[in-house]
């Protein structure tokens, strides 16, 4: 029973495109985040949700924008997809902002590839 | 602007010895410091924390230090397996919500 599930796994897609990632947590969390890891293997920030609250934003394109239908769920669409936006992204959870002491909950990535 | 540096892209060991990863950063706000595994095709696994206001948290076999003055944390763990072969992440966090987290050290604990 995954506490972090995200679908699809992996994603080939043309540049141009619009395209979703969604994310499920099992574990009654609170917050919930976005993260993109890029070539060089940095996790960074995207956005992060409070109980369905955008608390953390991040610079990033208007192309990407987050939603939250319930704390258990946070999707990602991304419209007009381009060469750079390739990169494994990952959901993850925590109780409460900040992940002070006891670190987050990752799901298992979604490779997305643009073509 | 690298808040969270890990200057090691890879450290090999052998069975039985001990690892140590570094870590650096440069927001004196940080007040939590974490460290993660992540195998590959997996996400990153939490590991261990530290707050700020502590210099050692040991559990089990792995043990994190942090020294606030050198604006430095290490992970060791001791002894090494062949299963601690992994990808380890480094990260910082401060009440501002968000954790920041390095480019990552890959371990490899030779049987």
């Known amino acids: 029973d995954t506490a972090v599930s995200q679908t699809p796994k992996y994603l080939v897609t043309q540049m141009g495109n619009d395209k979703s990632i969604k994310c499920e947590q099992n574990?009654?969390?609170?917050?919930m985040y976005w993260y993109k890891q890029d070539s060089k293997k940095f996790l960074k920030i995207m956005f992060s949700?409070?109980?369905?609250?955008?608390?953390i934003n991040e610079t990033v394109p208007n192309r990407f924008s987050p939603k939250s239908p319930d704390k258990a769920h946070l999707n990602l669409h991304i419209n007009s997809l381009e060469l750079g936006d390739s990169a494994v992204y990952f959901c993850?959870?925590?109780?409460?902002?900040?992940?002070?002491?006891?670190?987050?909950?990752f799901g298992s990535g979604t490779r997305l590839t643009v073509v | 602007d690298q808040q969270v540096k890990q200057n090691s892209p890879s450290l090999s060991v052998q069975e039985g010895r001990i690892s140590i990863l570094n870590c650096d950063y440069t927001?004196?706000?940080?007040?939590?410091f974490l460290w993660y595994k992540k195998y590959p095709a997996e996400g990153p696994t939490f590991l261990i924390s530290?707050?700020?206001?502590?210099d050692k948290n040991e559990d089990g076999r792995f043990t994190v230090f942090l020294n606030k003055s050198a604006k430095h944390l290490s992970l060791h763990i001791v002894p090494s397996q062949p299963g601690d072969s992994a990808v380890y992440f480094c990260a910082a966090s401060s009440n501002a919500g968000k954790s920041t987290f390095g480019d990552g050290t890959t371990l490899t604990v030779k049987p």
């Open positions: 530290i707050s700020s206001i502590k």
């Open positions: 993850a959870s925590s109780q409460g902002t900040g992940a002070r002491n006891y670190g987050y909950t």
């Open positions: 927001n004196s706000m940080f007040d939590y």
């Open positions: 949700y409070n109980n369905k609250e955008l608390i």
């Open positions: 574990l009654g969390h609170d917050t």
